[in-house]
């Protein structure tokens, strides 16, 4: 069976870069994918405060789901998978090594639909969700200097450890911007320090209620101290 792969972080011929773009790698067998995620290269100094490591997506036969390998680290991996029953994704595993991977991508090859998938590898230390959204990306700037701003699809992580892949020891801040007239989506925006400098990663959702899931969820998962909502 040949599934449909996408990869984040890491272009055709293996060399992986700080990017958010899926590239479209075609379709693959069981086999390749796997290979596909033991050539990833070993991930250079400062790749855990990338905005986006490499993450392989593979996606049914219908495109109505899928399973996603983010590579954290040296044999440390992510899995989540979309649940068709609850609609949503879910964290099989954190801070797994290959085989757990290897397992993973052999129950969604079986079963493309998600339910082979159950979650549950999750280790005790590090839990967590998932939400889609939308990332800011600054394509380039207007003759006045203004930046011209593209919003590109992008997946809102938040774990007992990271947010968006930040650990929380680094984030200063956890914006939440309620929709106004001049912001019809509402968005949340991490500030964190990185080199000395303090960066900001911006994320806005369309869908409202996976907006108020996460304003109810985030707090459970990170010091509410952090987390300032505005309007």
């Known amino acids: 069976m040949r599934l449909h792969v996408l990869v984040q972080g890491m272009d055709k011929s293996r060399r992986i870069f700080d990017s958010c773009e899926n590239l479209d790698f075609g379709f ?16 250079p100094p400062g790749y855990e405060m990338w905005d986006c490591g490499v993450t392989v997506t593979i996606e049914s036969e219908d495109g109505k789901a899928y399973v996603m390998v983010t590579m954290n680290g040296m044999d ?5 998978k979309y649940d068709e029953g609850t609609g949503e994704e879910v964290l099989v595993g954190s801070s797994v090594t290959l085989n757990d991977v290897i397992e993973a991508l052999k129950a969604f090859y079986s079963t493309p639909t998600g339910k082979a998938l159950a979650p549950g590898q999750v280790r005790v230390e590090e839990y967590g969700m998932n939400y889609p959204a939308e990332v800011e990306a600054i394509i380039g700037y207007s003759d006045e200097g203004e930046p011209i701003i593209n919003w590109r699809e992008g997946n809102f ?5 990271a947010v968006t892949g930040v650990p ?15 912001r019809p989506y509402p968005q949340v925006v991490v500030e964190y320090e990185k080199e000395g400098s303090l960066r900001a990663i911006t994320f806005r959702f369309r869908d409202l209620g996976t907006y108020q899931k996460l304003l109810t969820d985030l707090p459970k998962l990170v010091p509410p101290s952090l987390i300032r909502r505005e309007w």
């Open 28 to 43: 693959l067998e069981l086999d390749d994918v796997i290979d596909l995620i033991r050539s990833i290269p070993p991930p």
């Open 76 to 80: 440390d991996y992510t899995v989540l």
């Open 157 to 161: 992580n938040v774990t007992n450890k």
């Open 168 to 182: 929380i020891s680094k984030i200063r801040a956890i914006k939440l911007l309620d929709p106004s007239p001049r």
